[in-house]
Each structure stands twice: as C-alpha cells, then as structure tokens.
T-cell receptor, first 111, second 115 residues
C-alpha cells in the first residue's frame, strides 16, 4: 500500500552543524506535507508545512524542501542545538483532515 | 495559553474492562482528532470530529472503539472489553478548523496499559 516513510531511523550531528532529515512518500496525489518534532514524553509539535505547489519553504532555522518528481521531502535544521534533539516525523495529509505519519527519525546532538 | 489536555495521563486496566479517555481541546478549535501511537512509531489516525459531528471513523480498529464529542468541545474515546493489544499511547489533537495551514496541536497523551 501507499505509505510515508523515512530513509534513516537515526541521525547524529555535531552541535552547530546543519541537520538534514529525509522522508519519502509514495502517494503521488498527496498535496500537503507537515514536519513534526516529538520530544520525550510529549506529543508531536508542529514545525513547518508545505503544499505541493511549492518546492521550498523556510521558517526559523528550518527549511522544508519538496521534490515531487522523486516524491521526496526533507527538513533542514540550521546550526543544530541541543534542544533540537527529538524524533522528527514527516506526515502527509491525505485529504479529509487525515494525517498519515512516517516512522520517525531520531536526531541526537553531539557536543 | 492552554494546550490540548488529556486525562488520565496513565491508565492501567485489566483485560475485559471498559476504559474512557478524555480530551479537552484548545478553546475555540473546531476540529478534534484521536490518534494512537505505538512505541517508536508515528501516530496512527483513529477518528476526527468537526464540532460535534464525527466526520471519519475509518481508523477505529473495531467496534469496541467508539468516540463522541456531544457538545463540540470535550471528547471521550471509549474502549470496551479491553484487550492487551489495545495497550498504547492514545493522543488527542485539535486544530482551528482543519484546513491547510491550520496545524494539529497534540496533547501529551494517555498511556493505556491492559494487563
């Protein structure tokens, strides 16, 4: 079946470096994607979203890139900080307000 | 301001018992969602409401699961005759109106353990 997934389950980066978290999706009809951050013991927290009529969107220290040709989504975090340690999920809105989440990538920051 | 509130935070119950999980969404949010999250996995959609109307319940695993939102605010997810496989984190989320650009705000969840 169609699903949203991630290339890597874990990512370790040096503090101050940039982080790139990747996500692949298979539903070519998907038109809206969201990145969530989940810290231990908490619910997922909205980071940034992007609609399929865009290929890039920037927020505060974060950028989401969408490549519809290869059905790939990425989240870039600039100057990674210890507080960025979390599990990151991409999610696909399959219409009717139903989000389908990927498996998640755990980001750890090395001092 | 106050976020999405869920209670209880933890619930341990014996197999065969019924449980009711409560969600208090952000004030003024039209849309309310229930998700279930297994350890190490992303949340899995169960059902959602706009106001008091249940719009989609396609994610409910079976007829032991039901949800209501009678006054368009607080919602209850009920699991009857619980089974061990029902053990999971149950998360509620709300959004302003469910449209694009109206992100879901998640609560901290109820951890259900069925013994």
């Amino acid at each position: 079946g169609e699903s949203v997934g991630l290339h890597l389950p874990t990512l370790s980066v040096q503090e101050g470096d940039n982080s790139i978290i990747n996500c692949a999706y298979s539903n070519s009809a998907s038109d809206y994607f969201i990145w969530y951050k989940q810290e231990s013991g908490k619910g997922p927290q909205f980071i940034i979203d992007i609609r399929s009529n865009m290929d890039k969107r920037q927020g505060q220290r974060v950028t989401v890139l969408l490549n519809k040709t290869v059905k790939h989504l990425s989240l870039q975090i600039a100057a990674t900080q210890p507080g960025d340690s979390a599990v990151y999920f991409c999610a696909e809105n399959r219409g009717a307000q139903k989000l389908v989440f990927g498996q998640g990538t755990r980001l750890t920051i090395n001092p | 301001g106050a976020g999405v509130s869920q209670s209880p935070r933890y619930k341990v119950t014996k197999r065969g018992q019924d449980v009711a999980l409560r969600c208090d969404p952000i004030s003024g949010h039209v849309s309310l969602y229930w998700y279930r999250q297994a350890l190490g996995q992303g949340p899995e959609f169960l059902t959602y409401f706009n106001y008091e109307a249940q719009q989609d319940k396609s994610g409910l695993p079976n007829d032991r699961f039901s949800a209501e939102r009678p006054e368009g605010s607080i919602s209850t997810l009920t699991i009857q005759r619980t089974e061990q496989r029902d053990s999971a984190m149950y998360r509620c989320a709300s959004s302003l109106d469910g449209s694009y650009g109206s992100p879901l705000h998640f609560g901290n969840g109820t951890r259900l353990t069925v013994t």
